[in-house]
């Protein structure tokens, strides 16, 4: 696009954002066409107009999450990106079975102290069957609902509506399913479950009444293609909240050596869903330290309303008093989803 056609554009895409109405996919393939010299030479440009979108939806709240990896390694699934694999040997990671109810509530408290408006539990494998864990997990949700004041949530892997309904009932209020990349990428980066397998749990969640939460990983090799086309399928699912993490590659996996991300492009992926899906909640989560580097706090000029807090599964974040402390140097307000 020449100057003049990125200024227009802009213009085009902040008064439907402002509307709540997202760029079509072919206006979203307009924006990624935007080379990345021109993104940078446009920048504050472009976050004058995001910026705005998402305070006209958002206001100056920044929601903040941690997690808890209540089970860890010895997945079934090849997922390219994931050191939990079996499939992945060389890849090294802590393997332990469902930790304890006790141990799962501790590490909410200790989120909410750290400042953190939603908690979520996050299991390794397919999904979660085990009579015992489903026990743990319920006992687990009791003393959180109990104890602290904080969103629940659980990213569980592929569920049944009865298992669901157990954890429902005992206070889990949002539900978290990464669809990881678009349908025409993903068997590149998974082959031991279908796209339509994580559709259709996203689909049931929602139905169910579920808070559902869903994104993907960015940087695994796609393009920008496949980035509007997520994009798009997320606008069809009308989920509520779209985390995008960044890959930070793994050594032993098969993506161990794939650098595809720069500061730049990270801030033109948050603009693209938060130009896409003007209304929903944009969090940006893991990655976000070693891709964005110094320009982390731009995310939230990007249109991110929200990040994961303290560390991931098989990684380290910030120490929590940091992320807290650059929301705040922001003027933005602590919350959750929900407050």
């Not at 079509?24 to 979108?53: C, M, N, P, W």
């Not at 796609?222 to 793994?250: C, K, M």
């Not at 869903?273 to 976000?288: D, N, W």
Request: proline share 4%; aromatic share 6%; hydrophobic share 35%.
């Amino acid at each position: 696009m020449s100057t003049t056609n990125i200024s227009e554009f802009l213009k085009m895409a902040e008064e439907k954002g402002l509307k709540g109405e997202g760029l079509t996919r072919e206006e979203g393939e307009q924006f990624v066409q935007i080379s990345e010299e021109d993104f940078a030479t446009h920048l504050y440009e472009i976050l004058a107009v995001t910026d705005k979108v998402k305070r006209a939806h958002k206001g100056n709240k920044a929601n903040t999450c941690g997690i808890v990896n209540a089970k860890s390694g010895l997945c079934k699934e090849d997922c390219t990106f994931c050191s939990q694999s079996v499939h992945f040997p060389e890849a090294e990671v802590p393997e332990y079975p469902m930790a304890t109810a006790n141990i799962i509530a501790d590490a909410a408290r200790d989120a909410e102290r750290n400042g953190t408006g939603e908690f979520s539990i996050v299991t390794s494998g397919t999904g979660i069957v085990k009579d015992s864990d489903i026990n743990v997990l319920k006992d687990a949700l009791t003393q959180i609902k109990n104890d602290t004041s904080m969103m629940t949530c659980a990213s569980l892997g592929i569920m049944s509506r009865e298992r669901l309904q157990e954890l429902k009932d005992a206070g889990l209020m949002s539900f978290h399913h990464n669809l990881e990349t678009s349908r025409s990428f993903f068997p590149n980066i998974c082959t031991t479950h279908t796209y339509d397998d994580d559709l259709n749990t996203v689909k049931l969640a929602k139905e169910m009444g579920f808070f559902t939460c869903t994104g993907g990983i960015f940087g695994m090799g796609e393009s920008w293609e496949h980035r509007v086309e997520l994009a798009e399928t997320l606008q069809e699912l009308d989920v509520d909240s779209v985390p995008i993490n960044f890959l930070n590659p793994r050594p032993g996996t098969p993506l161990e050596n794939m650098k595809d991300l720069t500061p730049m492009k990270c801030l033109k992926i948050i603009a693209l869903f938060r130009l896409m899906l003007p209304t929903k909640e944009i969090l940006v989560c893991g990655g976000r330290e070693v891709n964005l580097r110094d320009l982390q706090p731009l995310m939230f000029g990007a249109g991110a309303n929200g990040t994961m807090v303290g560390n991931y599964l098989t990684t380290l974040g910030r120490p929590a008093d940091e992320d807290l402390r650059m929301i705040n140097d922001l003027g933005l307000v602590q919350g959750s989803a929900h407050s």
